[in-house]
């Protein structure tokens, strides 16, 4: 498992954007590399559900919810071990707490995640 740390959360109104950051601190970039990103995200008395993941290496392959398609996009940094969320057109239904998660695929020891970052969306 790899530590990660989430920023970038707060207030914002309705058609506004924030931008969320991940950040393994004591990952190598070499390890790093390995794990595929995913952010996602909990309302309150609703299930964690994924906003969207990018896959190891290059990250060549992106996934997105529907609701995040056209108005959200994953990117990362192996370089920084950061991987980025930017939101645009944010809506209230958009509030949450959103988690980072990295996770080798195929292997369960490694699913990490983060502490959260909280976003509202309200005027």
């Known amino acids: 498992q790899v530590r990660l740390v989430e920023s970038g959360g707060g207030l914002v109104q309705p058609g506004g954007s924030l931008r969320l950051s991940c950040l393994s601190p004591r990952s190598i970039t070499s390890v790093f590399n390995q794990y595929t990103m995913s952010w996602f995200r909990q309302a309150p008395g609703k299930q964690r559900e994924l906003v969207a993941s990018?896959?190891?290496?290059?990250?060549?392959?992106?996934n997105y919810a529907d609701f995040a398609t056209g108005r959200f996009t994953i990117s990362r940094d192996n370089s920084r071990k950061t991987v980025t969320l930017q939101m645009n057109t944010l809506k209230p239904e958009d509030t949450a707490v959103y988690y980072c998660?990295?996770?080798?695929?195929?292997?369960?020891?490694?699913?990490?995640w983060g502490q959260g970052t909280e976003v509202t969306v309200s005027s």
């Open positions: 990018i896959s190891s290496g290059r990250g060549r392959s992106t």
């Open positions: 998660n990295a996770k080798i695929d195929g292997d369960e020891s490694t699913n990490s």
